[in-house]
């Protein structure tokens, strides 16, 4: 384990580890009462530190085993020259199940708990119960110690990358929610645009001009009336700008029939057994109002999801209709239909068909959904066509 990893509560424990490992190693090198058993509790200590202080026996699990195998081996030996030796077996045991695959750790903390007891009886120990109780209870103190941190792990850590995934989510739906605000906000703004300034500044110019026919040829207010007009015919051009720089980014880069014909296009990274859209456009296609084009794109957008989201169709059908009088929008799928008399306001913050209408509505038009079970959907909208489009 990386040591920049650890908590303060494993900080302490591993230096606990180590301290009883010392002192586990100091008795035995006290209690062997010779020198072969001074040198071979040395040379184990020397062994632990040159693993506890290698990089690469905490990274690599080769490593680990091929260092546990030098410690075990340096312990055997020590355990044949005093039987002190087997109480090393404890420090031992919590080794072996951190650093070896739990399939390996339980089998060489068992052999680790044979070679205690049978030392402890090579010895001539007398036999009683506590020879064999004794290894084998460390060893199952160590187990369940050692599994059970294991399991809180885990699920400490399932729980930090929930709660990490959780985060990233309110933060991407906080994106997601200030982007719709700010083009809520441009539609807004554009048609508060389109329907008072730039309806104004028309309306002054047409006054300007029918009075600037009226005024005679040498009157001396036809020259401040046409300076009037020319400025309220650039204030115009500016906010007609603003509208269109205000408008919805779809339409940015190209016209209305372009952008509904994106709309059909297959979204990359979405499953390909959605409907099949396709769009077309009848009669001879006019310039709209850019209140109108957000509009029928707006209408066309949220349709168009409602299809995919909810009607499990396999066809859908954008139509875009310019006639003498009004433009209209019909969006039709194959799906499963419903009744639009149960339809009730989305809980989800959806589009919905009430604001689709209420859309339609506010610029006159007409919005009208014919569906019923089985039978699939079809969303018409008609907007009149102002004068002079």
């Known amino acids: 384990m990386d040591p920049r990893s650890l908590t303060p509560?494993?900080?302490?424990?591993?230096?606990?580890?180590?301290?009883?490992?010392?002192?586990?190693?100091?008795?035995?090198?006290?209690?062997?009462?010779?020198?072969?058993g001074t040198v071979a509790a040395a040379v184990m200590g020397a062994v632990y530190a040159a693993g506890s202080y290698l990089p690469s026996v905490r990274s690599s699990q080769r490593a680990a085993a091929l260092w546990l195998g030098v410690l075990g081996a340096s312990w055997l030996g020590l355990l044949w020259l005093t039987p002190e030796a087997l109480w090393l077996a404890f420090p031992l045991y919590f080794l072996q199940l951190h650093l070896l695959p739990t399939r390996w750790s339980l089998p060489v903390v068992a052999l680790t708990a044979g070679a205690?007891?049978?030392?402890?009886?090579?010895?001539?120990?007398?036999?009683?119960?506590?020879v064999f109780i004794g290894p084998l209870l460390g060893a199952a103190v160590a187990v369940a110690t050692v599994l059970g941190y294991q399991a809180l792990y885990r699920e400490s850590e399932r729980r930090r990358r929930l709660i990490e995934e959780l985060i990233e989510t309110r933060a991407e739906l906080a994106a997601a929610e200030r982007h719709a605000g700010t083009l809520a906000e441009r539609e807004r703004l554009a048609r508060e645009i389109h329907d008072t300034l730039a309806q104004g500044l028309s309306s002054i110019q047409l006054l300007l001009r029918a009075a600037e026919r009226l005024l005679p040829p040498d009157s001396p207010a036809a020259g401040h009336i046409g300076r009037a007009r020319e400025a309220a015919q650039d204030n115009l051009a500016e906010a007609r700008?603003?509208?269109?720089?205000?408008?919805?980014?779809d339409l940015e880069h190209g016209s209305l029939a372009a952008a509904l014909e994106r709309l059909c296009e297959p979204v990359p990274g979405l499953p390909a057994d959605g409907p099949r859209v396709r769009f077309s456009v009848s009669g001879t296609p006019v310039e709209l109002p850019t209140p109108y084009e957000v509009a029928l794109l707006r209408i066309a957008q949220s349709a168009l999801a409602n299809t995919v989201r909810h009607a499990s169709a396999s066809r859908a059908e954008i139509t875009l209709s310019f006639m003498d009088a009004s433009v209209t929008l019909d969006v039709v799928d194959d799906g499963r239909g419903f009744d639009p008399g149960s339809v009730r306001p989305s809980s989800d913050g959806g589009f919905g068909l009430p604001a689709m209408r209420s859309r339609a509505e506010s610029l006159g038009g007409s919005f009208a959904v014919e569906s019923a079970p089985g039978q699939g959907t079809a969303v018409a909208v008609s907007l009149p066509l102002p004068d002079g489009a």
């Open 241 to 249: 700008r603003f509208v269109r720089a205000l408008s919805p980014p």
């Open 116 to 130: 205690a007891i049978l030392s402890y009886v090579g010895h001539g120990a007398p036999l009683n119960p506590g």
């Open 9 to 36: 509560a494993l900080r302490a424990l591993r230096l606990c580890l180590h301290l009883l490992m010392a002192g586990l190693l100091v008795l035995a090198a006290v209690r062997a009462d010779s020198v072969s």
